[in-house]
C-alpha cells in the first residue's frame, strides 16, 4: 500500500511515519519544508513541492498512484492566525481543497485529515466528546473546521472516505531518540521549558494563572507523539476495511495544569525551573481534556507513552542530544 504524506517532514508526520513503514507502507512525503525539517526524513523518499501549485500536485498523483493520503501539512499558530487570517485560510484550507480536488480527479478515496481540538472552541463540558458542539473561536481553529466540513461534502458527493483526528496536546518525541520537535519559532509548552533549560530560549513565561482551575494555570490534555502517530495507522487500517467515515479525539483524557508540568520538568530533569507569570495568551481556554472512549474502542487504540513522566523524559532526551 502506497501512502501519501503531505507535512511529512513535521513533527507528528515525521513521527507517523515512522509507525506507517514499521507498518510495511510505502510513503511518499510531500513537504514544503516551510515548517519541516530535512534531518526529520532522512533516507525517505521526499517530494520537495507545495500544496497551492495545483498542477504539482496533480503531476505527484499521476506518478506515483495513491492508496491513500494522510494529511499534516499546515500552519498551526493560534496567535500567528490572528494576526494573519489571509495566510491561514489560504495555507490550510485553500491547499487542502487542491488535495483533495485531485483526490477526487484521480480517484483516491482514502483520507487521513489532522484536525484539532481547537474546533470545539470554548468547552461546554469537560471531557470533551466527538459530539461535542463545533464553534472555534480562533482563525486556526476555523480552517480545521472547514477542512472538515469539505470532507463531509466530498464523501456525500463523490464518495470520499475519512477519518478526521481532532488532536488534543501533541507533546514527547520518539522514544528511540530518532525524532523530536523542531519548531521555528517554539509555541508549545514543554519544549520551550526544555529550551529554556538548555539555555536556548532567554526566559520561560507563564500565560495566566488566573484561570478558574484549582493553581489558576490552563490544564491540557496531553499525548504523546507516538500514540498519536499509533492512531493514525489504526485510523488507516480501520478505514480500508469499515470504508466509513468518522471522527476521533486522540487525547488521554488526563489535565495537567501549567504548573504541574512545569514540577514534573523538574523532576524529570533534576532543575529548578525560574518563570514569570505574564498576562493570558489570547484565545487560551481554561481547560481541555478529551473523551478518548471512542478511539479506544473503535480503533483499540491503547496510549503506551502518554503519561507526564514519560513524555518529558522522552522529549528531554531529544532536546539534549539537538544541543550537544
Ligand atoms: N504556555 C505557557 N508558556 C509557554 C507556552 C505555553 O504558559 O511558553 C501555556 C499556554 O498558555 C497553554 C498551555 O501552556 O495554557 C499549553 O500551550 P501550548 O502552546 O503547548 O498548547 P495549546 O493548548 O495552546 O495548543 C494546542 C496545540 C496547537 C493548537 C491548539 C489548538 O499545540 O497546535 O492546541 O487549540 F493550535
Same mark, same amino acid.
Given at each position: 500500500m502506497r501512502i501519501l504524506v503531505t507535512g511529512g517532514a513535521g513533527y507528528i508526520g515525521s513521527h507517523t511515519v515512522k509507525e506507517l513503514e514499521k507498518q510495511n507502507y510505502e510513503v511518499i512525503i510531500f513537504d514544503?519544508?516551510?515548517?519541516?525539517?530535512?534531518e526529520l526524513v532522512k533516507g525517505k523518499k521526499l517530494i520537495i513541492g507545495d500544496l497551492k501549485n495545483l498542477d504539482e500536485v496533480r503531476e505527484v498523483f499521476r506518478k506515483y498512484k495513491f492508496d491513500a493520503v494522510m494529511h499534516f501539512a499546515s500552519l498551526i499558530q493560534v496567535g500567528e492566525s490572528y494576526k494573519n487570517p489571509l495566510k491561514y485560510y489560504r495555507e490550510n484550507i485553500l491547499n487542502s481543497l487542491n488535495l483533495l480536488q485531485t483526490m477526487v480527479e484521480e480517484g483516491v478515496n482514502y483520507f487521513i485529515f489532522s484536525s484539532s %481540538? %481547537?474546533? @470545539?472552541?470554548? *468547552?461546554?463540558?469537560? *471531557?470533551?466528546?466527538?459530539?461535542?458542539p463545533l464553534n472555534p473561536v480562533n482563525p486556526y481553529g476555523e480552517t480545521k473546521f472547514f477542512i472538515e466540513k469539505m470532507l463531509q461534502n466530498f464523501d456525500r458527493a463523490y464518495g470520499l472516505k475519512y477519518v478526521s483526528l481532532r488532536y488534543f496536546n501533541a507533546a514527547g518525541a520518539d522514544p528511540d531518540g530518532e525524532l523530536g520537535e523542531l519548531h521555528e519559532p517554539e509555541t508549545h509548552l514543554i519544549p520551550n521549558i526544555l529550551l529554556f533549560l538548555l539555555g536556548k530560549k532567554e526566559r520561560f513565561e507563564i @500565560?495566566?494563572?488566573?484561570? *478558574?482551575?484549582p493553581d489558576g494555570t490552563a490544564i491540557r490534555d496531553y499525548i504523546h507523539v507516538t500514540d498519536l502517530a499509533r492512531a493514525h495507522v489504526l485510523a488507516l487500517k480501520k478505514l480500508f476495511k469499515t470504508k466509513k467515515s468518522e471522527v476521533f479525539n486522540l487525547g488521554v483524557k488526563k489535565g495537567h495544569s501549567v504548573l504541574e508540568v512545569v514540577k514534573e520538568v523538574e523532576k524529570v530533569t533534576g532543575k529548578k525551573v525560574e518563570y514569570t507569570i505574564k498576562p493570558r495568551?489570547?484565545?487560551?481556554?481554561p481547560i481541555l481534556i478529551a473523551s478518548e472512549e471512542r478511539a479506544r474502542k473503535e480503533l483499540n487504540w491503547k496510549p503506551q507513552y502518554s503519561d507526564l513522566k514519560t513524555i518529558i523524559q522522552t522529549a528531554w532526551n531529544w532536546h539534549r542530544k539537538q544541543v550537544i
Open positions: 514544503n519544508l516551510s515548517t519541516g525539517r530535512k %481540538a %481547537a474546533v @470545539y472552541g470554548i *468547552p461546554k463540558f469537560t *471531557p470533551i466528546s466527538e459530539d461535542h @500565560y495566566g494563572n488566573d484561570f *478558574p482551575t495568551r489570547e484565545g487560551d481556554v
